[in-house]
């Protein structure tokens, strides 16, 4: 359910961020842009985004590993490295991938929008 939630949150931010630049992606059209010109710059944008946060997930998840080891250190025991490098791993290929999946559909969709349906 979270994941959902949060999947939710990430599309319809970065949905509105595009709708906010759709008159500039407009004006590229007008002078020639090619779409996969006018589309590279948002996807770059958005995956230092999604690993921008998902470095500090990361840094949040460990400061809450730590914790939770040295306060209940004979309950639990986090020693396998490999499996947080590879949590660590995964979280930022995720962040990145959708946040790139959902750029690329905000972005096509404007796209291959006329221009009198920009102001609607």
Not at 37 to 62: C, K
Not at 90 to 101: A, D, F, K, P, R
Request: net charge positive; glycine share 4%.
């Amino acid at each position: 359910m979270l994941l959902l939630i949060s999947l939710s949150l990430i599309n319809n931010t970065i949905r509105l961020s595009v709708y906010a630049r759709r008159f500039i992606i407009n004006t590229m059209k007008l002078v020639g842009a090619t779409n996969s010109f006018i589309r590279r710059p948002f996807l770059f944008r958005s995956a230092a985004h999604g690993f921008y946060a998902a470095i500090m997930a990361n840094a949040l998840m460990f400061g809450l590993i730590y914790t939770v080891q040295k306060e209940f250190a004979d309950l639990l025991s986090f020693n396998d490295i490999q499996t947080i490098g590879l949590l660590f791993i995964s979280i930022v290929i995720l962040g990145v991938i959708i946040n790139w999946i959902s750029t690329f559909f905000a972005v096509s969709r404007y796209l291959h929008m006329k221009t009198d349906d920009l102001y609607y």
